[in-house]
C-alpha cells in the first residue's frame, strides 16, 4: 500500500476546499486536496449563480468552480480525484486511507466535506433537479419573480424558503404533511402573515410534473386519498440538510445534527490541528461565498497552527 506524508490535507471540492487550497498554496503549505464524489460541490448542481460578488451578470456554477479550482492549481495546490474513506485522528501525524488503498499522513487537515441537501426521493425530482427543482431559495429564488413556486416541509428551514420566495413570487404553496408546522412560533407568525402564502395541509407530493423546458407543477395527495395538481414554475424542497461529516464523527465534535462544532468565529475543532470550513460546519447560512470566506479562515489557520 502506498504511503506519503503532507503538511496540509484538504479534504473536500467545493467553494471551502478550493478557498483554502488557494490560501494554503500562498502560505507555502504545500496542500494536497482530494475532491471526493463531487468535485465543485454542491453548487454544481444549480445553474447560473446570481449573487456571488464580482459578476454582475451572473456566472455559471460550474464555471465558478473550475476558475477556483485552476486559481488553486495554479499557485501550487495538488488537486486529485478520489475519496477519503477511512480517518484516523487520534494519531500524529493524522492518518488517512483514499479510495480504499492509498495511505496519506497529515500534520494539518481541513475538512470541507460540505453538506447534501435531503431530497424526497422521487425520480421525478431528480429529473428535473436544476430544472425547476431546487434545495435552496436564495440561491436560485430570483429566477421565479412573479411566477407561482411549492416548497415542501414544514419546519423553520421551509417557512423561511417560502417567506423568502413570497418577496419575488406570484403565489408560494407550501407542501405540509401534517395539519401543523414544526417551526418556531415566530416563523409561522411570519407565514400567516404572509398573504401570498397558501398552505397545503395534510399533504404529501406523488410526483413533481414538467416538460423539457423543465418544472410545470406538481401531482399532490392528501392525507384523505384525494389527489389534485397544482400548476408551479419552482419546486422547492426545504426538508433539510445532511452535512457530511459521519466519516469523521469518531473524534469530531459535533451538533445534534452533525454539524461540525468549530471554535467561536475561527475554523479550530476539539482536536489540535484540524479544522473545518463550509457547510459541513456551517447550518445557518449555506452560500458559496461564506464557504470560501471559511475556507480562506482555515487555512490561515493551519497557517499558524503548522508554523507554531
Known sequence: MENQHVKCLIIGGGP???????????AALE???????EPGGQLTTTTVIENFPGFPGGVDANQLMNGMREQAVKLGADIR????????????????TVDGEKRISADAVIIATGATAR???????QKFKGMGVSACATCDGFFYRKKDVAVVGGGDTACEEATYLAGLCRKVYMIVRRDALRASEAMQQRV??????EILWNCNTREVLGDANGVTGVSVIRKDGEVFDIAVDGFFVAIGHHPQSDLFAKWIDTDENGYIVTNG????????GVFAAGDVQDPHYRQAIN???????????AEKYLKR
Open 16 to 26: 471551502a476546499g478550493y478557498t483554502a487550497a488557494i490560501y494554503a498554496s500562498r
Open 31 to 37: 496542500p494536497v486536496l482530494y475532491e471526493g464524489n
Open 81 to 96: 480525484r478520489g475519496v477519503v474513506t477511512e480517518v484516523d485522528l487520534g494519531s500524529r501525524p493524522f492518518a488517512f
Open 119 to 125: 431530497y424526497l426521493g422521487l425520480p421525478s425530482e
Open 192 to 197: 400567516r402573515n404572509t398573504a401570498n402564502i
Open 265 to 272: 468565529r475561527d475554523s479550530r475543532t476539539n482536536i489540535e
Open 291 to 301: 464557504a470560501a470566506a471559511s475556507g480562506c479562515r482555515a487555512a490561515l489557520d
